[in-house]
Structure formats: C-alpha cells, structure tokens
C-alpha cells in the first residue's frame, strides 16, 4: 500500500513556473514507478510523464515535453514535477500515480495508487 500526497500547486501567471511535489509514505517507495496526471474541468485524465523506479527514466507527453522535468528523491519518498513556461491550457489538477512494473506506462488505468490531487491555475 502506498498513500500520495500532492502539494505546490496554485495560481501562477502564464509563462511562470511551478514545482509540485508528491509524498509517498511507505517503504517500498522505490520499487515504483511514478506518474504524473492532470484532469481539465470537463476533460479526461491525461498523462503529463513518468519517471523510473530510479529516476534514470522519464517520459513526457507532447504537450509538456521541454518545459516539464519530473524528479525524484527516493531518501525522502518524494517526486517532483517542475513547471516552466506555463500557459492557461495547463490549468488542471494535477496527480501522482505510483505504479509497481516498468516501461513506458502511460495509461492511468495502469497506476495502481494515486493521491487527492493539487489545483494548478495558469492565468493570461
């Protein structure tokens, strides 16, 4: 069992930055790989990117790809997703997703864990 807890999001203006953080409590954070998912108001959820159980590997969807970098510290249970250039078409909620088998995993329903959720607001 793995119980994610997002945070960092909030109001930013277009073209600024945001980093959000997801904590995973647990002690098999490691044997994990994480996701990151947004949810627009009236959309579907949609991959943002995916990181390695040991963060050699990352993975992005097209819309993010360059102004998005996922990290994570496996001492402190904790990923990241650092936000450049944002625009209003990335306002969302934003969730981490933990999944136990490796690839290029990009669907959601392949995430077996996933936390609240954090609202990212991009004005214009």
């Known amino acids: 069992q793995v119980q994610l807890v997002e945070s960092g999001g909030g109001l930013v203006q277009s073209g600024g930055s945001l980093r959000l953080s997801c904590a995973a409590s647990g002690r098999t954070f490691s044997t994990y790989a994480m996701g990151w998912f947004r949810q627009a108001r009236g959309k579907e959820r949609e991959f943002v990117g995916r990181?390695?159980?040991?963060?050699?590997?990352?993975y992005y969807a097209d819309s993010v790809k360059g102004r998005c970098t996922i990290s994570r510290d496996n001492a402190k249970n904790t990923i990241y997703l650092q936000m450049n250039s944002l625009k209003p078409e990335d306002t969302a909620v934003y969730y981490c997703?933990?999944?136990?088998?490796?690839?290029?995993?990009?669907?959601?329903?392949?995430?077996?864990?996933w936390g609240q959720g954090t609202q990212v607001t991009v004005s214009s």
């Open positions: 997703a933990a999944d136990p088998k490796v690839g290029s995993r990009l669907s959601s329903a392949q995430y077996d864990y």
């Open positions: 990181i390695s159980r040991s963060g050699g590997n990352t």
